[in-house]
Structures are given as structure tokens and as C-alpha cells.
């Protein structure tokens, strides 16, 4: 059976961005393919952060990860979105007439006007900490980098090794679950948002997290994969033992942009350059959207993605509609089909 589609617009990646990119394109009359190399939509917010509280989308003053994904997808349902998960767009190539034609690795054709990479990390991967017998204890979960589910760690001994957002948020949460929870970092510093950070230190006054600076990640040691202690050492050399049964090291997502690359989009530091009026790369008629996409002062928030995904469908609709007047209008009901 042939598996070849024709759409108006491709979006690459599902994450949060690509989500609300078909809502845009929708509301301007536009349907979307969306293919996504994970197996569930949302990007980061599913796959690593999923019960992760949010504070700063608009409307809503906390909405778990997971959460703002259903309502992303929610929100995109009434245009009919066609998703292709589980399959990464290997390549993206223009055609004569006009348009593009991405081919994904589950053999997959899609044929499109136009192209919005929301491919935010591209094919991320957790850094990982230089440690003895590490893929042992990965194997058994003793170390994660990510946590789908805060109850797995409900009763557990928790080191968190870092000192950024992630590093910070989930010491705070799971202080809620844990037995313990012990916070490493090489400095007493943390580069996290202010907010959380006081927390946290409030929460080291009440003995609820203990606070394990400066000192760096050693060696682990334990049976068969069963974590017994992470051993951390000081600057000086000296070291304490901290007995435990996960480690949690969150030093940042690898991020490599994959087949990305080879599309002869504009670069920089591992990003594509848009034009931040209309989202547009240096190829025209492909538009990058999200964490992927940079400029001058890019903020990475999601909040930034949206409204960057707002003015690709603005710029697209000329492509797909040509000679039709777009008349900018606010949404309402007419726009969103079923709405009431
Ligand atoms: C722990 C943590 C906490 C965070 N907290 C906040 C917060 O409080 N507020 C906030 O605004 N931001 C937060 N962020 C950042 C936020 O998650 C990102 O800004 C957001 O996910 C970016 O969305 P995106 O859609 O651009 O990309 P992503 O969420 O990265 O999604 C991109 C998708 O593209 C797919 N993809 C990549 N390449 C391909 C390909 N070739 N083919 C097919 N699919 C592909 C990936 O599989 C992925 O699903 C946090 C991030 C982390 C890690």
C-alpha cells in the first residue's frame, strides 16, 4: 500500500509548538500533517516533564506538563490533523512545481506547500555523568534522567545531581514523595529561577532537602545494579557518602539536530536562523518554530514557540492561498470548527 500524502502544511515534531501550530494554521484555513519521531505527542513537556507543574503559559497560573498537552492537542483536533508518530523526517527535498516532499524513516511520503520544523531539541539525549559501571545502574532505573512519574520515587533514599532548572524543580517536588532527597551541585549557585531556588533553600532550613555543595558526582557503588551509595568529593578531594537508591543527574540535553542538518537551512550553534517577523528560514517556504528556532535574544519558553507559530501560519497562508486576501481577525467561533 502506497503511503504517500499531500497537505498543505508539513509540521516536523509535535512537541507543545508544533501542537499550536496547527491551531494557527487551522484558523487561517490550512491542514497539517504532523510527524513526530517519539510515539505520543507534546516533546519534551511527555516525554521528560510530564507531571512537572508550568507556570508561565498565559491563562493558566499552573497546569502540569501533561496536561497542557492534551489541551494543545484538544485545541488542534477540529482542524482534522493527520499525526505520524513514531517516525523521524529523514529528508525534506523541494519540488519542481513548487513545494516539498519529506520522506520519514517508516517510509512514509509527504508532499506539503509549506514546511514548519518544530523539531525543538531535534534528537535529544540526557548528558551523561562520567561514572563507573553507569550503564548498569541505567539498566536497572537506579539512574534516570528523566522522571515520567513522581510516584515511582514515593518512600526512596534521592540523589539529584545538578544545578539548573531541572535539577532544582525536582529536588523541590520530590522533597514531597521522597524518603530523602539530597541536592549535588560543584557550587553553592544555582542557575535556576529564583522563585524555585528560595524553595529549595527553605526547604534545606526545614531539613526537608539536603543540600550537598560545592561537590561533584565520584563514583557509585552497589550490587547487580541496586544502588547503595553515590559518593560525592569536594574541590579539596574529601568525600562523603550518600546513601541512596536513584540518582537523578540532570546536566542538560545533548542536542543533536539529526538529519535536520542536511536540509540547507541556515545554522548557528546547533539552531536554525529564522527571520523572527515571519519565522521563515533561508530556504523559502520552510519556517522554524519553537526551541529549534533562533535569533537575537531568542527566549526558549514555550510561550515564545507560540507566538512564533502564530506568525509562520501568517506568513505561510499566502503560499498555500495565492492572491486570497488573508484580513486579520481575532479568533472567533467561525474559525474553529464546531465551535460554539
Ligand atoms: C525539565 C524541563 C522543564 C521545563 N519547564 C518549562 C517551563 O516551565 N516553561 C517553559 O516555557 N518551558 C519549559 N521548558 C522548556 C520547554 O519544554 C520547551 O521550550 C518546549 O518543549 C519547546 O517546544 P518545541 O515544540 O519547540 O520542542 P520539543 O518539545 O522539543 O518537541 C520537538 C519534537 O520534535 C520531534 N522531532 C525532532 N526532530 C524530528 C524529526 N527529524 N522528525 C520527527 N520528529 C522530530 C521530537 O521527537 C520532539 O517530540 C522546560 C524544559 C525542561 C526539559
Known sequence: MSDTHTTDVLIVGAGPVGLFAIFQCGMLGMRCHVVDALD???GQCTALYPEKPIYDIPGYPRIEAGALVD???????PFEPVYHLGQQVVAL???AGGGFL????????IAARAVIVAAGAGAFGPNRPPLNDLETFEATGAVRYF??????FAGKRVVVAGGGDSAVDWAVSLAEVAAHVAIVHRRDKFRAAPEMVSRLRGLAEAGKVEMVVPFQLSRLEGENGTLDTVIV????????RLVADVLLPFYGLAMTLGPIADWGLGLERNHVLIDQATAETNVPGIFAVGDIATYPHKLKLILTGFAEAASAAHAIHPLVHPGEALHFEYSTTKGVPGAA
Open 147 to 152: 522522571v515520567t512519574r513522581r510516584a515511582d
Open 71 to 77: 489541551e494543545l492537542v484538544a485545541q488542534a483536533a
Open 40 to 42: 505520543a505527542a507534546g
Open 93 to 95: 527535498e523541494k519540488q
Open 102 to 109: 519529506a520522506a520519514t524513516n517508516a517510509g512514509a511520503r
Open 233 to 240: 568529593k569536594d574541590l579539596a578531594g574529601e568525600e562523603r
